[in-house]
Each structure stands twice: as C-alpha cells, then as structure tokens.
C-alpha cells in the first residue's frame, strides 16, 4: 500500500512537473513576442510626443550642454527666447517659435514646454524678432549655401539685403582668456565676433572699414553709387547707408 501510494504520488508529480514546465516554455515564447512589441509601441506613440512640437512642427532631440561651465558669458545671440519663423530646406515654415541661436556652435535651438530641443532637419531661414523692440525689427539668418570659400561657408550668416550682390554678416564666438587681481589663473570667456562682407560675382569682399572698402568692392560702379549718396543725404559712415548703396547697385 506504500509502494503504491509513493508511485502515485511520484506520478502525479512528474505529471505536474511536465505540465508546468510546458506552460512556461509557451508563456516564454509569447513573452517574447510581448518583449518585442512594447518597445515598437513606445517608438510610435510615447518618442513622438517627447520629440514633436503640436501639430507635427518639427522634431529634433534634447539639447544638452557639452560644453564647459567654466566659460564665462554666454554662447548666444540672445540671452532670451526670442520668436521666430523658421523656414526648412524642403519650404516647410514654422511661425511663431521661441528659439535661441547658439553663436558658438553655429546651431539653433527651441523649447517645447520645458524642454530644449535642437533642430534635426536642415534649416534655410530663420527670421528672428529680438527681445525688447517692436515686431517691425527683425534679424534674418540664413544659411549659407553658394558653395564659396570664405569664413561663413555653410554657416548661418545674418543677410542685410539680397540681389546681384548682398551684404552679409558673419557672426561668431571666440574663447579668450581674462586675468582677474587676486587670482593666479586666466578665466576663459567668450568674445563677441563678426565681420562684414559684400557677396559679388567675382566673390565675397570682406567690408573692415565700410568708408574704405565698401568703395573697391563697388568696383566702376562707385561714381555711380557715390552721386546717389550725395543726392539722398547719405555717406558711407553707417551701415544703414552701405545697405542702401547696395540696394541701389543691384537696381543698375
């Protein structure tokens, strides 16, 4: 009676051994299949909603900070968010976005929600209104895209005016160094750069002084040029005016 209590008992166990064994093996293989899935699911509905603005505006990825803290001042344009329209390479425009443009990196960046992003697809335009003016200033940047070389070659250079030749500004950031009393080591700081060209078909002119060389890059049009500055008041002291000599070249 023993034996055969032990061997049924035995039985059963092998038994259920086996079925348990079984079911785990198939619930291992949907397992799988559900391990599978899940990451497909977060890819299409929870990565969008982190990466896009509403409505589908554009994505790009966080933006993280790779440089160093111990760089005095700032690598921006603008301290502040400033709005913007944002023109992409296939013609897609975004209007009224807070961006920043960051100077020493030459990129740019905007903010959903709380969270900075940078731009992942290509960008042509971006026109900036700059905090505390009126919403007739604004300051256009393009990328440079002529295939020359100079300075600001595939860059993002402001654009003063446009046509057979334009005036352009390249701006940039440099990393000096700033002795302080009492302490032993040089700070590192950024330094605000940029300079000025004429883009003409022989190619870009940089502009140092604009009274000087604004004159040999208009080349024989200058007497030209230098009669309609005299007839309207102007002279080549400003930048306002040089962008007015252009505008003018271009209409001859």
Not at 14 to 21: M, Q, S, V
Not at 125 to 139: A, C, E, M, N, R
Request: with cysteine.
């Amino acid at each position: 009676m023993k034996t055969a209590t032990v061997k049924n008992i035995s039985g059963l166990f092998f038994f259920l051994f086996n079925t348990i064994t079984s079911q785990l093996q198939n619930f291992g293989h949907h397992m799988k299949k559900i391990v599978l899935f899940v990451p497909f699911l977060l890819a299409i509905y929870i990565l969008p909603a982190q990466t896009n603005l509403p409505v589908d505006r554009t994505t790009g990825h966080p933006y993280q900070v790779t440089r160093t803290e111990e760089i005095q001042g700032s690598e921006f344009l603008y301290a502040n968010w400033a709005p913007a329209e944002v023109t992409f390479i296939d013609g897609q425009t975004i209007p009224n976005i807070p961006v920043k443009f960051d100077v020493y990196k030459n990129s740019f960046y905007y903010k959903n929600n709380d969270t900075v992003f940078e731009f992942s697809r290509p960008i042509r335009q971006v026109i900036l209104y700059p905090p505390g003016t009126d919403t007739l200033s604004k300051f256009v940047i393009q990328r440079d895209l002529s295939r020359m070389k100079w300075k600001g070659a595939g860059k993002y250079i402001q654009v003063l005016c446009t046509g057979t030749n334009s005036l352009v500004k390249y701006y940039y950031k440099s990393v000096g160094e700033s002795f302080e009393y009492g302490n032993g080591r040089p700070s590192q700081v950024f330094k605000d750069e940029n300079e000025l060209y004429m883009i003409t078909a022989e190619g870009p002119v940089r502009i140092k002084s604009i009274k000087k060389d604004a004159k040999a890059a208009f080349g024989d049009k200058w007497k030209t040029v230098e009669a309609f500055l005299k007839t309207n008041h102007l002279s080549l002291k400003s930048l306002n005016d040089l962008v007015q000599a252009v505008q003018y070249l271009n209409k001859l």
